[in-house]
């Protein structure tokens, strides 16, 4: 696809690119903000995401919020990254995860991130995860999360979270899902 911006500024399509210099991944970064389009890199090749719909922010929103309840309620000291951009030229690689947290102390590395998957792009994202140092990666589908922990040959596909032993995913996945968010976070509150 190719990327076309209006007279307003907004992004109406995606693209991915290859051969792309660090140089213009960053001025490709400084020519599209406000836009709302996300970079996603890895040597050399580059996607760019139109602004995320409400079928990716809806869930997105709801299983952070489910998450930090989660944390607050086991007294599990937190810091929300949010979606701040992670990677470094030296590493060829640089994301924006969905949601991101340092456990225990802030870090420059975010230890779990998360990600919603509404559609499939073409960038191997536990690579870049892997290459930046992430202990854990949430990826959420049609409201199943699958877990990945990071050893030293890679990511492996676990059955629960090694950062959050003791969450319950099947929980998490059903609340989730939930068609109200307010209804869906306060249910599983009360679970607590």
Known sequence: MVVAISKAGVITGGAFLSNVTWETLEKLDADLVGTGARLTYLDGYLEIMAPLSEAHEEPKSTLGQLLEIYMRMRNIRFYGRGSTTIG??????????????????????????????????????LEIYRRVG????????????????????????????ELLADLDLRSIEFYSRMADQYDAVNAFMRSL
């Open 88 to 125: 470094i030229k030296e590493l060829g690689a640089r994301k924006e995860p969905d949601e991101s947290y340092c456990l225990g102390t802030r870090k420059s590395v975010p230890d779990l991130a998360t990600e919603v998957t509404v559609t499939s792009g073409g960038i191997d994202t």
């Open 134 to 161: 992430v202990q854990e990666v949430w990826f959420w589908e049609d409201g199943v999360i699958s877990v990945y922990c990071l050893r030293p040959t890679g990511y492996e596909l676990v059955s629960k979270s």
